[in-house]
């Protein structure tokens, strides 16, 4: 991205107001970053619904200090920037509800398209999570997954360390901006995940670590992965924010059990009896994805599949379409380029042959 391109997307982004809705809403309206800056007032009357106020803070132009201080500060931390038109950009994270429309990151950008599952848990475990959260973690990069986490103290913190112990790919999702130092004690595991993953945040920098930035970071968690393991959480615990969002998202979510008598495990308890996947050991997470499950998306990188029934060009050319998550017929013939009647056969056709599964309101997904 043209430094000037850069400068006029991180300026829109701190106009109050903006979104990650917004700002996707004016880019691709007016083609770039930069040409929204360079818009007429009277050119925003053609966007429905525009705001008023939104529009008048655009007519005064970027805070010039505000954005010179946040370019000064990714140039000294060596952070890269993403956005949701980058080929770089992770095709899962676009699929969710309300994506970031920024990413600022640390290490590799290319760690967020391979294929993850996300550990997350308690901030006190136990001796019992934290053994757990390690065996499951090291288990999972060796058989080629990144493990995806929030960089918090315990069960995140244990999953990162594990995986990059066991010589894997770890990501972990910050919820402040990526030159701020949180939580403190894990400053060198931030630089060390950088060296084997990426450490990433939608947040501008400068932004502190507030308590109303992990739920929203929570989602990034659970969009970047095909699923969601919960080791020990209460039934307060931010783990079930992130459960909430991976079952929101049409990811799996997994849950491992602990003692009854332990207040640690109340959360996950409750998420098993609701319905989770009850996970004891690295073989249940991968019955749990599938054997379809495991990487049908071309974007992301290769991993464990097996043998698939032959299909026509016609059929394969929509099932490459298909990912691990519900997607409306709509959008698979738009993604096709084919009339919704022409993929409803193509999809019923798969569905005979046990490779898709059909949901109400012709929604479908790998089976």
């Known amino acids: 991205m043209k430094p000037e391109e850069l400068k006029a997307w991180i300026g829109l982004q701190l106009v109050p107001g903006v979104g990650n809705?917004?700002?996707?809403?004016?880019?691709?309206?007016?083609?770039?970053?930069?040409?929204?800056w360079e818009a007429r007032p009277a050119d925003f009357s053609d966007i429905a619904r525009f705001p008023n106020q939104v529009r008048d803070a655009l007519a005064k132009?970027?805070?010039?200090?505000?954005?010179?201080?946040?370019?000064?500060?990714?140039?000294?931390?060596?952070?890269?920037?993403?956005?949701?038109?980058?080929?770089?950009?992770?095709?899962?994270l676009n699929e969710i509800q309300n994506p970031p429309a920024l990413l600022y990151g640390v290490g590799d950008p290319f760690s967020l398209k391979k294929r993850a599952i996300a550990i997350v848990g308690s901030r006190y475990p136990s001796s019992y999570?934290?053994?757990?959260?390690?065996?499951?973690?090291?288990?999972?990069?060796?058989?080629?997954?990144?493990?995806?986490?929030?960089?918090?103290?315990?069960?995140?913190?244990?999953?990162?360390?594990?995986?990059?112990?066991?010589?894997?790919?770890?990501?972990?999702?910050?919820?402040?901006?990526?030159?701020?130092?949180?939580?403190?004690?894990?400053?060198?595991?931030?630089?060390?995940?950088?060296?084997h993953g990426a450490v990433i945040t939608?947040?501008?920098?400068?932004?502190?670590?507030?308590?109303?930035?992990?739920?929203?970071?929570?989602?990034?968690?659970?969009?970047?992965?095909?699923?969601?393991?919960?080791v020990e959480a209460n039934r307060k615990s931010g783990s079930l924010i992130t459960a909430s969002c991976a079952l929101d998202q049409g990811r799996e979510v997994m849950a491992v059990p602990g003692s009854i008598y332990s207040y640690r495990s109340s959360g996950t308890h409750w998420l098993i009896k609701q319905g989770a996947r009850l996970v004891e050991n690295f073989t249940d997470i991968m019955e749990e994805l599938g054997a379809e499950k495991q990487g049908r998306n071309k974007d992301l990188?290769?991993?464990?599949?097996?043998?698939?029934?032959?299909?026509?060009?016609?059929?394969?050319?929509?099932?490459?379409?298909?990912?691990?998550?519900?997607?409306?017929?709509?959008?698979?013939?738009?993604?096709?380029?084919?009339?919704?009647?022409?993929?409803?056969?193509?999809?019923?056709?798969?569905?005979?042959?046990?490779?898709?599964?059909?949901?109400?309101?012709?929604i479908y997904q790998l089976k």
């Open 61 to 92: 132009g970027p805070d010039e200090k505000a954005l010179e201080c946040s370019i000064d500060v990714l140039g000294r931390v060596g952070a890269w920037t993403i956005t949701f038109l980058s080929k770089d950009y992770p095709s899962l």
């Open 301 to 362: 990188v290769p991993g464990v599949s097996r043998e698939q029934p032959e299909l026509s060009p016609e059929e394969q050319e929509v099932f490459d379409k298909l990912g691990p998550y519900p997607q409306h017929i709509d959008d698979i013939a738009h993604l096709c380029g084919q009339s919704v009647a022409q993929v409803s056969g193509l999809l019923l056709r798969m569905e005979l042959k046990d490779l898709i599964q059909a949901f109400p309101g012709q």
């Open 129 to 195: 999570g934290l053994d757990v959260a390690r065996v499951l973690s090291s288990e999972l990069v060796q058989h080629g997954y990144a493990v995806v986490s929030g960089l918090a103290l315990g069960i995140d913190t244990a999953s990162h360390e594990a995986a990059l112990r066991s010589g894997g790919n770890t990501i972990a999702i910050k919820g402040c901006g990526i030159d701020v130092a949180y939580p403190r004690q894990n400053t060198g595991l931030v630089r060390r995940i950088a060296d």
């Open 21 to 36: 809705m917004t700002l996707r809403r004016l880019v691709e309206h007016f083609g770039s970053a930069k040409a929204v």
């Open 202 to 230: 939608e947040l501008p920098p400068g932004v502190s670590p507030e308590a109303k930035n992990f739920p929203i970071r929570n989602r990034i968690i659970s969009g970047l992965s095909l699923g969601v393991v919960i």
